[in-house]
């Protein structure tokens, strides 16, 4: 933004702050130094038109309540004020211990987009009155990233209420599938981005991985129609659609070797010099034979069969390929 | 602050937010010096200057002496004198008001990190203050929670990290090293915790390796905090992990790995230096410290990987396995 136009738009800011009436365009065009003097010229009118109206856009943007109207029956346009009220941050007293955490809080967000809005927030608080130092809470730093490109669509289309469609890639799929979900949000889960809604083709609750999500984001239908269910709990969709863990499998690890599965399992107190047994609790066999055939002769797997077979099978196809 | 800080760079702000949050900002500090304003803004000195000259020429409809916003100098600081009504700040957006609100819920969830009642009243007010701008973040969760948290002790582990950094304290740690599948025993001066990427680290200065090192808190089989104080020493600096946590190196051993779609999910969960697709399969380079490590990847995913490089690495696992085979035809 050019001076001359910062400038400007800090005058019209004092300007509708301080009045009560509302306030025309022409009038705010002789009280506000910068949209220069009106010569009646039809050129000069039309440019002073489009330079009122990115004003208008750029306050409304960053938050100016900009409210329109007439002071009376005798008015033949519409004029502009800013209630101030409605303009000022409400008084707000924070303690220093609480400065401080939401000066930590403001640090967590990695992402261009939310790292702006907090940062943001914390200019104003400060403008406010409240010392919130960001760089407190000496010794923690805790960090989301969200660098998903779907980030942002996604949880503007949650805070619209809106459907929307995407390509989706299922996990172990090559190929891509169209989708069309009611959002209802944008769940960060062990590290990972989710989106949790209603899937309008399965017609049924899904998560997806934000990562997953191909190409765009688009609409599927307008704003304010996507109803969320009463009560859900988003974190909970998102931990449930991982299977639980509640099986033992039990197997032999080669004397001192596997630290990596011994830390993790629990002893059952058998052994021999062939090696000690453990319990390792698994919720995917299929999981559990890619963790063990991980450590190669240093593990056998002994029991239940499906974990067993499903070990052998894996090692047979790896050496005969 | 302490030394072990790492150093912060702001995001930078629009320049009308930022003259219009100044007036009230100022006024609230009289007489503070132009560089901690400045600092507080993320912007240099001089830019700050250039904002307090433009707000003066800014003021009340006429602009005459007496409607303009007054600044007084002294010296390097300022104070205002006259604010043409731009007594507060202007109310939070809701994005801002969603992003102070999500973040501060998800400290209140991890235990150890903020004390839970000063979050809880810290939410109130900032909810109180953006109003109608406040409703619904809940569109938005975030959980820090930490992904490898089977351990049921790993809550007190954090508890015991937290006070060891509060009160500056060493640290003796039972810490499992995957790479060389190892469980060693060392003493540590911690630095900082970091939370990212959806797993817990200490980052400490370690005495056996004489070097800043990262722990993952669920590798953390014991801790315990020494009475000894914490000695950092001044030429250990805090990892940058702006750009991730693990950042691929050139000292590290290149593996190239071709990923079938039941491994397409390698390319998500580790750093990749380079992640193309190859027909129906995604073709990856990684940088790994450790070979033995990608050794029990690449064994885990069988014949859904093929290793291209290096070609040594091919082999092991072959071996590896049929060795794991004749386990199961001579064994129990």
Redesign the interface.
């Given at each position: 933004?050019s001076?001359r136009r910062?400038?400007r738009?800090?005058?019209l800011?004092?300007?509708l702050?301080?009045t009560r009436q509302f306030l025309t365009a022409e009038r705010i065009r002789s009280?506000?130094?910068g949209y220069g003097p009106g010569d009646g010229s039809a050129p000069g009118e039309e440019a002073f038109k489009r330079m009122f109206e990115r004003d208008k856009t750029?306050l409304r943007d960053?938050?100016?309540?900009l409210e329109t109207g007439r002071n009376g029956w005798a008015d033949t346009e519409d004029g502009y004020r800013i209630a101030r009220r409605?303009?000022?941050?409400?008084?707000?007293?924070?303690?220093a211990?609480?400065?401080a955490?939401?000066g930590?809080?403001?640090?967590?967000?990695?992402s261009?987009?939310?790292?702006?809005?907090?940062?943001?927030?914390l200019?104003?608080?400060?403008?406010?009155?409240i010392d919130v130092d960001?760089?407190a809470?000496?010794?923690?730093?805790?960090?989301?990233?969200a660098s998903d490109p779907a980030f942002q669509p996604c949880?503007d289309a949650?805070?619209a209420a809106r459907p929307i469609r995407f390509d989706y890639r299922r996990?172990?799929?090559?190929d891509t599938e169209a989708r069309q979900v009611e959002?209802?949000?944008?769940?960060?889960?062990?590290?990972?981005w989710y989106l949790v809604g209603h899937d309008r083709v399965r017609r049924a609750t899904r998560c997806f991985?934000l990562?997953r999500i191909l190409g765009d984001v688009a609409p599927a239908g307008r704003p304010d129609t996507v109803t969320?269910p009463d009560g859900i709990d988003?974190?909970a969709i998102v931990s449930d659609s991982v299977p639980p863990?509640s099986r033992t499998a039990v197997v032999?690890i080669r004397p001192g070797?596997?630290?990596?599965l011994r830390?993790?399992a629990t002893s059952t107190g058998a052994g021999t010099a062939?090696g000690d047994e453990f319990e390792v609790s698994y919720g995917d066999p299929e999981a559990l034979a890619?963790?063990?055939?991980?450590?190669?002769?240093a593990?056998?797997a002994?029991r239940p069969p499906e974990v067993?077979d499903a070990v052998?099978d894996?090692?047979?196809?790896?050496?005969a390929? | 602050m302490s030394p072990t800080s790492p150093t912060r760079t702001l995001p930078p702000t629009e320049r009308l937010p930022r003259l219009l949050a100044l007036v009230p900002y100022l006024q609230a500090r009289p007489g503070i010096p132009v560089a901690d304003a400045a600092g507080d803004f993320g912007v240099t000195e001089a830019q700050l200057r250039q904002d307090l000259e433009l707000l003066w020429m800014c003021g009340l409809p006429g602009h005459g002496p007496g409607d303009l916003i007054d600044l007084s100098f002294e010296g390097d600081s300022v104070t205002v004198t006259f604010d043409a009504g731009i007594h507060r700040p202007l109310r939070l957006t809701s994005d801002e008001a969603l992003s102070l609100l999500v973040a501060l819920r998800t400290l209140a969830d991890v235990p150890g990190l903020a004390e839970r009642d000063v979050v809880d009243r810290a939410t109130a007010k900032i909810e109180a203050a953006a109003g109608t701008q406040a409703k619904a973040p809940t569109g938005l969760t975030v959980n820090l929670q930490d992904r490898g948290a089977q351990r049921p002790d790993s809550d007190e582990h954090l508890v015991v990290l937290r006070r060891a950094l509060d009160q500056q304290r060493a640290l003796h740690l039972t810490y499992y090293v995957a790479g060389r599948d190892e469980t060693t025993e060392r003493v540590v001066d911690p630095m900082r915790l970091l939370l990212a990427e959806g797993r817990s680290y200490l980052e400490a200065w370690c005495r056996r390796s004489g070097d800043v090192r990262l722990f993952r808190l669920d590798r953390i089989d014991a801790v315990q905090m020494l009475t000894e104080p914490a000695r950092v020493p001044a030429e250990a600096h805090p990892r940058d992990v702006s750009t991730g946590v693990f950042r691929p190196s050139a000292e590290h051993d290149a593996v190239t790995l071709r990923l079938g779609a039941g491994a397409r999910w390698v390319a998500d969960y580790y750093p990749c230096e380079r992640v193309t697709e190859a027909g129906s399969e995604l073709e990856i380079v990684l940088r790994v410290a450790d070979l033995r490590w990608v050794r029990r990847l690449v064994l885990g995913l069988g014949t859904e990987v093929t290793v291209l490089d290096p070609p040594a690495l091919a082999e092991e696992v072959r071996q590896e396995a049929a060795a794991a085979l004749a386990g199961y035809q001579e064994g129990p």
């Open positions: 933004m001076a910062a400038e738009l800090v005058n800011v004092i300007c702050l301080s009280a506000v130094p750029e960053l938050g100016v309540p409605d303009y000022e941050l409400p008084d707000i007293d924070l303690t211990d609480e400065a955490a939401v930590l809080a403001a640090r967590l967000w990695q261009a987009g939310l790292s702006q809005a907090a940062h943001g927030a200019q104003k608080l400060r403008a406010a009155g960001s760089q809470a000496p010794g923690i730093e805790p960090r989301v990233e949880l949650v805070r996990p172990g799929a090559h959002p209802w949000g944008v769940v960060s889960w062990r590290g990972r991985r990562s969320i988003l974190t863990t032999l070797r596997a630290q990596g830390r993790t062939e890619d963790r063990l055939v991980g450590f190669g002769s593990v056998l002994l067993r052998m894996r090692l047979r196809r790896l050496v390929r | -």
